[in-house]
Structure formats: structure tokens, C-alpha cells
């Protein structure tokens, strides 16, 4: 039988913790690596309070959303490389990679469960926003490191967190551009596009700067950019952004980016292809299983030991093999097929941000990192978001207001006869605060939570 609902003020209680709480943990992410937390980061801390939350509510109602699509390859993923400790060649590093993923796991099912409607993935973009501007203020007083006497900027390594930056770039552009807010939301969403792109020149992170450009080029191109409501603001933001590179990025900062193409002419991309090299020969001894997850730092004494393979693609072909490269990679293909629903102005950031993601995915080691995993499940819950409402195929980021649901499709501000309430699941509140139509809503209902049984 079904489990019994609680209180309708508790459950809404609940709701409102458990999505404020998973609404911080994203924008904790860019900052995860900021001192002044103990033993713990800023995303561990509101990590647990985003699981606890939501694990309190799926108790209390009784109701569970399940993402199979998404969900099967991300077990499958965790259950493989559990299974490679019975052959790793470094068990404790294995014990420590399948307890990381584990809480990533977690970390998809919280997200999945809270962000469901247009507003709320809205929202989430825009903690993703606050925590990226958050880390670029912060970069003002954190020099990290200097790279052949360049100083860098960052909160944490410098490339990890210039790629979080360049991911964050991506984002607050595409929300200025399909906002409809006030004059003053949108200055402060330029104030922050700007902030984040000097931040990101101060890491002076050359693989970041080539990830970003790309993003951009796939976000910005098209024609509705030559809109006066559009261009305008892409104005703004060009000569403000080159004002303030010129005036707060150093010389030295700006010499290191120029050098990518040099790098990758010369063939050794900071010595990663030595890496890469040594990646794909343990692969080659292990094609189908890998070395044991975790375990490629056992065996790379290049530039002394504890160094990861630095790329996504081969790290994972030589720690868990082809098996675990496409469980990986089937995970992000069942979360991109989802998108088929939403507007094209969305797919168009998803695809932004893959290419952008890509940046870290060549060079970075990234599998294993909550930006990964949150951009993953953010990308499977918009097809939940939209699918009830994405029936005509219109790209609503044109309508000229609506607010946060600025891009909910069909375009136009919200009729003279919608009203903005919360939408309550049988009593109790559950589904957060979305634009419905006051006559019948039969279709665009929200998508219904399986309920737990229990004998």
C-alpha cells in the first residue's frame, strides 16, 4: 500500500528546505574548494544538507521519481568500477573513487527529484551564476600559483576552476539573453558575465579560454542576435569585458592563453600527451577492465608520481577500460537524448555546454567532479521540466516578458489569465512554484512521482 502523505504544511515545509538546500549546493560547486570550512568544502556541507532534505521528503510523502534513462548507466558506471577493485592494482585508491562516485550518484537522484519545472531548472542555472561570480570575486584575493613565473588567479587549481568559470560564462550569457526581468537584472547579469571572463583570464588557463570561445560560438551565432534587444546588451558586455581583461588581467596572464596554439602545435600540451601516452599502453594491456579505478597514478612516474592522466577519455580507458569509457559516456548520451522535448534555445545551451565541458574533457581529469555530474542531471531534468509543455516546438527565449519562465515555450509574457501559484500533488504541495493556466490544465500537467510501495 501506498505510504501514508503527511501534513500539507510539513510536506511543504519539506519542499522548501530540501530545494534551498539543493539550490545552495549547486552554487556551492565553483566554490567547492574555498577555505574557512574545517575538514569539509562548502559543497560537502550544503551537499548533505541538499541529500538529507530530499531524503526527508521522499520518507514523508512516500513518492520517488525514477530517472531510468540516466540512472541505469550511472549504476551500471558505479557497479563496474566497484567491481575493479577485485583487480585493481591500487585498492585503496579504488575504495576512495567508488565512494566519490557513490555520493555523485546521490548527488543526480537529489537533483533529479527537486528541479522539475521550467522555473526551478531556471533557478538552478542561476545559483550555477552566483557561485560562478561568487569564485570570480573571490580570484580578486586568491593567487593559487605561479606557472613560469605567471601568476595565477583561483579557487583551487587553476585550470579546474577556469573551466568551472568558462561553464558558468556559457550559462549567465544564455540567462541575459533569454531574460525579461527589469533593467537593473539584467545590468547585474552583465556586471556578473564580465566579472566571470576576467576571472577567467586571471587563471590564465589556456585550455578554459579555448573551451569558453567555443561555447560561446555555438551559443551566440545565429541571426536572432542582430535584435536590438539582443545585440545591445551583447554590446555592453563585449566592451565591458574588454575594458576590464585590458585593465585587471596581466600582461604575463593573457601571454601564457596566447600560447595554447603553440602548445598544441609543439605536441606535448604541457607534457599531457606524455600522460596520455602512458594511459593508453596501460590500456592496451588491459583493453576490456582497465587497471582498477583510481589506479593510474600507481603507475605514473612521469613528472613524479600522484599524477592523474589529465583527460577524461583516456582516464577512464585505462582505469576501468572500454567498459567503463561507455557506461561513462552512455550515461551523457541518455541525458542528451532527453532534450528532444525542450525548446531549441535550451538544446542550444546544452550543446554550448558540452563543448564547453569538452574543454576539461580532453585535458582535464573531470569524471569525477560535481560539475560534471550536476550539468548531467540538470540536463536530464529539463527534459522533465519541459516535456509536458513543449508541444508546438517554438522557441520561447523571443517573447518580449514571462520573468523566469522567460523561456517556457510558446513565447509572449504569461496571458492576462495564467497566475503564478504552487502547484500542489494531491494536497501536500510538492512541485515548486511554476506559471499554469487557471482553466484546465489537463495538458500541461506536471510529470507524476511513482509512489513507494510497501507491504
Known sequence: MDIAAPAPFAALLV???????????????????????????????TGIGALAGTGLLVLLTGR?????????????????????????AAPKATISYVITAAQLVALLIVVWQQIDTPRSLRLALLSLTAGGTAGAFLTTVHRISKTGGVARYAVGDPNDFGIMIAITIVITLYLLRTTSQPLLTRMCLAAAVILQIVALGRTASRAAAIAVVAGLLILLVDRSIL?????IPAIIVVVGAGFSVHRLVGSDALGRIGTAVNSAEAGDLNNRTAFWHTAFGLWQHSPVHGVGAGAFKHFNTLAGKDRVAHSVFFG??????????????????????????????????WLALFVTWLGAGVTLTFELRKMTWVLIALC???????????????????????GL????????????HDELRTVPDNG?????????????PADRAMPELSPISSS
Open 15 to 45: 519542499k522548501r528546505f530540501s530545494f534551498g538546500s539543493t539550490l545552495m549546493f549547486i552554487a556551492s560547486i565553483p566554490i567547492e574548494n574555498a577555505k574557512g570550512f574545517g575538514h569539509s568544502s562548502l559543497a560537502q556541507l
Open 64 to 88: 520517488l521519481r525514477v530517472v531510468s534513462a540516466v540512472l541505469v548507466p550511472a549504476l551500471l558506471f558505479l557497479g563496474w568500477a566497484a567491481a575493479s577493485y577485485s583487480w585493481s
Open 227 to 231: 535584435s536590438t534587444r539582443r545585440l
Open 316 to 349: 577512464l580507458l585505462s582505469e576501468l577500460g572500454v567498459v567503463g569509457l561507455l557506461l561513462f559516456l552512455l550515461m551523457i548520451v541518455a541525458a542528451a537524448r532527453q532534450l528532444r522535448a525542450t525548446p531549441p534555445a535550451l538544446r542550444r545551451l
Open 380 to 402: 536530464a531534468s529539463a527534459a522533465i521540466a519541459y516535456r509536458p509543455l513543449a508541444t508546438d516546438g517554438t522557441d520561447g527565449t523571443d517573447d518580449p516578458g514571462g
Open 405 to 416: 519562465d522567460d523561456d517556457r515555450p510558446g513565447g509572449g509574457p504569461p496571458p492576462a
Open 428 to 440: 501536500v504541495g510538492l512541485d515548486t512554484t511554476t506559471w499554469i493556466e487557471a482553466g484546465p
